[in-house]
């Protein structure tokens, strides 16, 4: 298996006709998914020419456990593995992943193309296929992923009684109009009137990097090892405990009732997830 010579990070910027933005230096990170090594290998040199990072899984559970350790921008995808399906493989990413997934295989039906678009694929190609075709394929991928996930960013969130605006970068108290707004609950006569609304909440470092994952994918799981990665590096995918401590100081500054959570869930043995 090759081993990527960078980690993606949440936020990092999207290619043009490459894989490096010419104004931060990032480069964005594929995972290949294929058991033919010829393949493999003109892959590689030809999305490294492109200054893209590589990474390479020759079967569907090492792909996942792969894609989880360090999570990449785009996945190309085989769905002829060798020990499971390609498209189980669509499902369990789709769980906690939004990277675009374009299939590259020799199943030619309509029926196999429409499973895998239904399951998440965001495009399919056939093989024999022309490097060309499959580059451009990938670059328009990565072009709507990066729409999709600015316009998540643009929406302010509120949490309880807390407004989040992750482009500013701040949190501050929504007024109690709004947030009884937000949580569906009746606002009742004179809630407009807050006049605690605009204070500011500080969130930590750490924090900030754990609620910027969870609200650019909300209702989508987030394995453990995805945030641990995204936040601490590949080396701390396995430390759950600094997880836990971290959601808890988030939960008692943001939710009501931190107990009882409205919209920072654990998924126990699986990951988080945020709740509009």
């Not at 990097?209 to 396995?238: D, H, K, M, N, Y």
Request: overall charge neutral.
């Amino acid at each position: 298996m090759a081993e990527p010579s960078s980690v993606s990070r949440p936020g990092a910027s999207r290619p043009g006709d490459g894989g490096s933005s010419s104004e931060t230096g990032s480069r964005t990170a594929v995972l290949i998914v294929e058991d033919q090594p010829e393949l493999v290998r003109a892959l590689q040199i030809n999305l490294r020419a492109r200054q893209y990072d590589v990474m390479a899984a020759r079967t569907g559970r090492e792909a996942l456990a792969l894609a989880a350790s360090h999570p990449p921008d785009a996945i190309i995808l085989d769905l002829g593995l060798p020990d499971i399906d390609g498209t189980e493989v669509i499902v369990e990413l789709r769980r906690w992943s939004k990277a675009p997934i374009i299939v590259l295989s020799g199943r030619t039906s309509p029926g196999d193309k429409i499973g895998a678009l239904d399951v998440g694929a965001d495009d399919y190609v056939t093989k024999p296929f022309a490097m060309a075709e499959l580059l451009a394929r990938l670059r328009a991928a990565l072009r709507r992923d990066e729409g999709e996930l600015s316009q998540d960013q643009a929406q302010p969130v509120t949490i309880g009684h807390w407004l989040i605006d992750l482009n500013a970068h701040q949190v501050t108290r929504a007024s109690a109009a709004s947030a009884d707004s937000g949580s569906g609950a009746d606002p009742g006569p004179g809630s407009g009137a807050d006049p605690d609304a605009g204070e500011t909440l500080r969130l930590t470092p750490t924090e900030w990097r754990i609620l910027e994952i969870l609200l650019r994918r909300p209702g989508q799981l987030v394995s453990s090892a995805q945030i641990l990665t995204g936040v601490w590096g590949p080396g701390f995918s396995r430390r759950t405990n600094y997880l836990r401590f971290h959601m808890a100081r988030l939960r008692r500054k943001l939710e009501d009732n931190p107990a009882r959570p409205r919209h920072l869930l654990t998924e126990p043995g699986m990951g988080y997830r945020y709740r509009p």
